[in-house]
């Protein structure tokens, strides 16, 4: 059957409030997992697990799959479709509250995730231990992610992301492989843990992580203006070290808000 026949079915309206549009194509969810080789022996969490349709594609590689869904009226969809399948877990939970203490080190996450939150999805699986980050995202979104320094479309996120991993556009997703039809076009994007990462503890990244998005507060002024709401005049020029005093935020690579960082916490804690 297809999605639409699941949802008729069980007589299921989707929700704009969670941003319900499902990937319904099972060739797309094939591609997806075959793209980003899938294997039996990885751990994989799905961020909204919806209709199954990945879900599917997913537990076919023998992976171990924690698929986590927060819309309880979708558990007999996925009950029903996964019925087969030992080596799918469903969690019905709402991601940004779900403990993750759960997933081995290096797990992998496949997900089409809800749009209207995916900020705070991807600043939460920053914070874990994971292998790679397989998206699914709306297609701007996932190009500011990928923007490199000098793009006007960089933005805090694309610095912190990439501070931390690699990003890579793995395809293009049209628009009626959804259920409903999405008024945007998708991208799935893969983020690849550096093997070096500059944050020895989840402190740091999150200190990390307020320090790029204030930055990034007057994203058109120049870093030095920006810098002066948190910092002391007198200490802008130190912070600041060799990167020149009137580039905007989004011309600074991820590698010079490394080195700004650990300056600025010098001067912090004096």
Not at 14 to 33: E, P, T, W
Not at 150 to 160: C, D, I, Q, T, W
């Amino acid at each position: 059957m297809k999605t639409s026949d699941y949802l008729r079915k069980y007589g299921i309206a989707l929700k704009k409030s969670l941003g319900q549009n499902f990937l319904a194509s099972d060739d797309y969810a094939r591609r997806i997992v075959e793209a980003v080789e899938v294997k039996s022996e990885d751990v994989i969490l799905e961020i909204g697990a919806g209709a199954g349709t990945l879900t599917v594609a997913l537990a076919n590689t023998g992976a171990k799959v924690f698929a986590v869904e927060i819309d309880t009226r979708l558990k007999p969809i996925l009950e029903e479709r996964l019925s087969g399948y030992k080596n799918v877990e469903l969690i019905f939970e709402d991601f940004l509250k779900l403990d993750l203490s759960f997933l081995p080190k290096s797990y992998r996450c496949v997900s089409n995730i809800p749009y209207y939150i995916t900020a705070p999805i991807i600043k939460k699986l920053l914070f874990t231990d994971f292998s790679d980050l397989v998206l699914m995202v709306q297609s701007e979104v996932g190009g500011r992610l990928a923007e490199r320094p000098g793009s006007s479309n960089r933005g805090f996120l694309s610095v912190v992301v990439q501070t931390i991993g690699t990003v890579e556009r793995v395809l293009t997703v049209p628009r009626s492989a959804f259920v409903p039809n999405p008024e945007v076009e998708s991208v799935v994007l893969r983020i690849r843990k550096r093997e070096m990462v500059p944050f020895r503890n989840h402190q740091e990244l999150l200190d990390f992580w307020d320090f790029v998005s204030k930055c990034f507060a007057k994203k058109r002024k120049t870093i030095t203006n920006n810098l002066k709401s948190f910092v002391q005049v007198e200490d802008i020029p130190y912070v600041l070290g060799p990167i020149l005093t009137n580039l905007r935020p989004e011309e600074i690579s991820e590698e010079d808000f490394v080195h700004m960082w650990h300056r600025y916490r010098e001067v912090s804690s004096r």
